[in-house]
């Protein structure tokens, strides 16, 4: 029974890293160096689009915790950000004009989110 105690305490943590969260292969380091000759990529598609400007409120970024044990406000989200492993608590909605995200801004912090601040976007229409 010592035995297989003792191999379950050593197994364990070779268990618990071998099940590290998946991300996203765009998250990988690019290489440092570059081949002279590069196969060429499949291009991005593009659309007749053009950039808009938008705003969004950000409160917090948990690194440790779960959004789900927090209740956060109905105005908020919580997006996960797979290559940094971490949830940005933002507003649901994103504003064109900066002056309602202001608005917005100062709303939160009457509600006791201090840290609240403004990160901007590119939207296109």
């Given at each position: ?27 990988d380091e690019l290489p440092a160096t570059y081949e002279k000759v590069v196969a ?80 901007e976007l590119m939207g296109y229409e």
């Open positions: 029974m010592k035995k297989l105690a003792f191999i379950f305490a050593l197994c364990t943590p070779l268990i618990v890293l071998a099940q590290a969260p998946t991300r996203p292969a765009y998250c060429p990529n499949t291009p991005l598609p593009q659309f007749n689009t053009t950039p808009v400007t938008e705003y969004k409120i950000q409160v917090a970024i948990l690194k440790f915790t779960h959004p789900k044990d927090f209740p956060f406000h109905k105005k908020l989200v919580a997006r996960w950000r797979p290559c940094e492993q971490v949830w940005v608590i933002e507003s649901r909605d994103s504003f064109r004009n900066r002056a309602d995200a202001e608005k917005l801004k100062s709303e939160l912090i009457r509600l006791g989110y201090n840290g609240a601040y403004i990160v």
